[in-house]
């Protein structure tokens, strides 16, 4: 009879540390999930303001070229509502004015 409450007892103890082991991976998965998302919400929010930098930049680079001045006003003006939406939307190629900086 010792032996059978023996095994119970290491059958028991071996489940108990498989769970703990289950929740642990499940905790650091859980902790690497949101440090990758704040890395992404970074790298997104770096390039927005890169893009605003360049958008301001060209504005200034136009100087008495109306064409390019337009396009400079419409890709700050994408910039900048890109900016307002937290910067969660990277407009399409085709939505950005034809000739200016990537």
């Given at each position: 009879?010792?032996?059978?409450?023996?095994?119970?007892?290491?059958?028991?103890?071996?489940?108990?540390?498989?769970?703990?082991?289950?929740?642990?991976?499940?905790?650091?998965?859980?902790?690497?999930?949101?440090?990758?998302?704040?890395?992404?919400?970074?790298?997104?929010?770096?390039?927005?303001?890169?893009?605003?930098?360049?958008?301001?930049?060209?504005?200034?680079?136009?100087?008495?070229?109306?064409y390019?001045?337009?396009?400079?006003?419409?890709?700050?003006?994408l910039?900048?509502?890109?900016?307002?939406?937290?910067?969660?939307?990277?407009?399409?190629?085709?939505?950005?004015?034809?000739?200016?900086?990537?």
């Open positions: 009879m010792i032996m059978a409450e023996d095994s119970l007892i290491l059958m028991a103890g071996f489940a108990i540390i498989v769970i703990v082991t289950v929740i642990a991976v499940a905790v650091a998965m859980m902790q690497l999930r949101s440090a990758e998302r704040r890395m992404h919400e970074s790298t997104i929010r770096f390039k927005t303001y890169t893009d605003l930098l360049n958008a301001i930049t060209e504005l200034n680079l136009a100087g008495g070229d109306s390019k001045m337009e396009a400079a006003k419409k890709n700050l003006a910039t900048l509502n890109r900016l307002n939406l937290g910067g969660h939307r990277c407009p399409a190629e085709h939505e950005r004015p034809a000739g200016l900086l990537q």
